[in-house]
């Protein structure tokens, strides 16, 4: 279970002015949960998400994971809690010098496992994302959505518990969008992941969301199941 609690996160920006991006943001994630944060551009999504796996830091507020408060982590124990929550880019972020088999073996060669052991998990990773016919290729010989299923392989390598997905079809054809969700709803319901889906795209939270938080000018405006969400007046 990720718990935030009162966050606040402020930008300094140009010439003194503070930037509020984050304004007593309260939210609980439960495990299982494919969790909607949804809003216009700018309202603060994306930073509210980089706070779960603190590539951003509150300025204020707790970040609370599995009952143990993460917020101030750092080291050893904050590069293990990275580890354990993939992520998956509106631009898929892929290593353009790396082969599709090499994306995905890179988390498990920083774990130091063993070449043979990264390489099968690795190739099993990909089957299961219906790549196994691509491994030799190079990002730039993919599609967009073969892309993102290599980006989705490569944050399963480390096993986690939470996959955070920013914008993760934004770049994508509505076709390719749909195939691209559906994997993310068979990793939550075969592999039990909680998925956290940051969309501007109402059809997108609703295809696939148990659950949303709407976010506005860095305040949650709303927040429930995403039937109640989208029913009331
Ligand atoms: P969203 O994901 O909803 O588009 P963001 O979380 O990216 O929103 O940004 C929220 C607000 O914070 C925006 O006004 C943005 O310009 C600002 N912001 C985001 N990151 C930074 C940063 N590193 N420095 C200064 N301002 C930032
Ligand atoms: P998707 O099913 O992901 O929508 P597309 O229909 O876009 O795939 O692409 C069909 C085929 O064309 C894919 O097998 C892909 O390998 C190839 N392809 C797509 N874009 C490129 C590209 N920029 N360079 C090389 N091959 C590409």
Do not use: W
Not at 99 to 123: H, I, Q, S
């Amino acid at each position: 279970m990720i718990q935030l609690e009162h966050l606040n996160k402020t930008y300094d920006g140009a010439a003194g002015a503070a930037h509020h991006a984050l304004s007593d943001v309260s939210l609980t994630i439960e495990d299982g949960d494919v969790f909607g944060i949804i809003g216009a551009s700018g309202a603060g999504k994306s930073t509210l998400v980089r706070c779960i796996n603190l590539l951003e830091r509150p300025t204020a507020g707790r970040v609370v994971i599995d009952g143990a408060d993460v917020t101030n982590l750092k080291g050893k124990e904050l590069l293990r809690l990275r580890a354990s929550i993939g992520m998956i880019f509106q631009n898929f972020s892929l290593f353009q010098q790396r082969t599709v088999l090499g994306n995905v073996m890179f988390p498990l060669e920083l774990r130091r496992e063993k070449r043979d052991a990264a390489e099968r998990r690795a190739r099993e990773l990909l089957e299961l994302v219906e790549l196994g016919d691509k491994v030799d290729r190079y990002p730039s010989q993919l599609s967009g959505g073969q892309q993102q299923r290599v980006a989705i392989a490569r944050a399963l390598a480390n096993s986690p518990k939470v996959m955070l997905c920013d914008e993760a079809t934004s770049a994508l054809d509505t076709r390719t969008t749909v195939s691209i969700l559906d994997l993310l709803a068979d990793i939550n319901k075969e592999l039990g992941v909680t998925m956290v889906v940051i969309t501007h795209s109402l059809a997108v939270a609703k295809k696939i969301c148990n659950r949303i938080a709407v976010i506005d000018a860095g305040r949650i405006v709303e927040e429930g199941s995403t039937a109640d969400v989208f029913s009331s007046p």
